[in-house]
């Protein structure tokens, strides 16, 4: 015999929440059709059973199925229960983003992704600074107050913590953005970035082009994290090829620069750094140094005649996150990851 939530999409009521249960019960038959759990003509838990299961008082019940049946989304036939009678749900999709920091690439997945919801969405935005309990502070006290939870998961301390907290989140309000969740057997929907893959793939691509250089050297921050993927894949693309290869963390002004060696830099200080170091000792760009830098923006286009980059498309991860959404998706999808050669290599 079937229990009831085998029957039916199992609801969530809280009553700590200040939303009025009424509304709760509305909100939960209106996410289950636009996340396709509900389809018309399927039948819903009749008053009794809703009051029963969830311990709510019938007048509550009674309450939501009548506005309902107003906005025609559910109907009553006689004797058999109520039916969902139209799906084509009216409301916008309540969405929080959890950005791990703002910077100019996050503001353009920021503005892909608003611009590809259009009218369709309410978005609030938050950021979480790669903490844990800024993170828990986040998801618990919003854990119900949302359609879609879009999360950064950069975190590089209390890594389990954090995880274990956007496990809490139902899967299919779950959209993983940049960082894909490591050795995670749930499933939600994601786009992300291969960070160890990408740099391998993205410097093979380049590989003719690089054999003027006899040395490659990563720029890896220390001060601002990044994923350590980075430094695994970099290693793995010199060792493959023979490239004899260092990491450092950051470009000084006494940071000694030398001819035949190609430098992949990340944040964009220690690249005006290394391009004042050249200058200084009047090393050519593209021809006694090489320079790749992370991540496209329009500046790198002209400076100094064109700064080669190995970026992702940061206003198609925004577009796809949305796309999932909208079209109510639950895929994981690799964003594209390129090398852009200019001069400077």
């Keep these: 015999m079937q229990t009831l939530n085998e029957k039916y999409p199992v609801f969530t009521i809280d009553d700590e929440r200040k939303t009025p249960k009424y509304l709760q019960v509305i909100d939960c038959i209106t996410n289950a059709i636009k996340q396709g759990k509900l389809r018309k003509g399927d039948k819903i838990y009749s008053i009794n059973e809703c009051s029963n299961e969830y311990f709510l008082s019938r007048d509550t019940v009674q309450k939501a199925y009548d506005i309902l049946e107003q906005r025609g989304i559910i109907c009553a036939i006689k004797g058999k229960g109520f039916y969902i009678s ?28 608003i611009e590809t919801m259009g009218d369709n969405a309410v978005v609030d935005l938050k950021i979480h600074h790669c903490n844990a309990k800024v993170l828990e502070g986040l998801i618990l006290d919003n854990i119900y107050d949302y359609d879609y939870f879009v999360i950064m998961p950069h975190f590089y301390e209390n890594i389990s913590e954090a995880y274990n907290l956007i496990y809490k989140i139902p899967p299919e309000k779950l959209i993983v953005l940049d960082k894909d969740l490591t050795y995670s057997n749930k499933k939600y929907a994601a786009v992300y970035q291969d960070f ?82 050249c200058n200084s000792k009047k090393l050519r760009v593209g021809k006694d140094v090489g320079i790749i830098s992370y991540n496209e923006t329009p500046l790198k286009e002209i400076l100094i005649n064109g700064i080669s980059v190995i970026s992702t498309d940061h206003a198609k991860m925004g577009e796809t996150a949305a796309k999932l959404i909208l079209e109510n998706r639950h895929e994981k999808i690799k964003n594209p990851f390129t090398l852009i050669l200019r001069k400077s290599l």
Aim: contains cysteine.
């Design 86 to 113: 139209r799906t084509d749900v009216a409301g916008k999709y309540r969405i929080l983003l959890l950005f791990n920091k703002i910077s100019n690439y996050k503001k353009q997945i920021y503005n892909s992704f």
């Design 196 to 277: 160890k893959n990408d740099i391998t793939e993205a410097l093979e691509s380049g590989l003719e082009i690089l054999k003027k250089y006899k040395k490659l050297v990563l720029v890896h921050p220390k001060m601002v994290s990044y994923p350590v993927e980075i430094i695994t894949g970099f290693r793995n693309f010199c060792m493959q090829n023979n490239y004899s290869n260092q990491v450092i963390y950051e470009i000084k002004e006494n940071t000694e620069i030398t001819a035949g060696t190609a430098y992949v830099v990340i944040e964009e200080n220690d690249l005006v750094q290394l391009i004042k170091n």
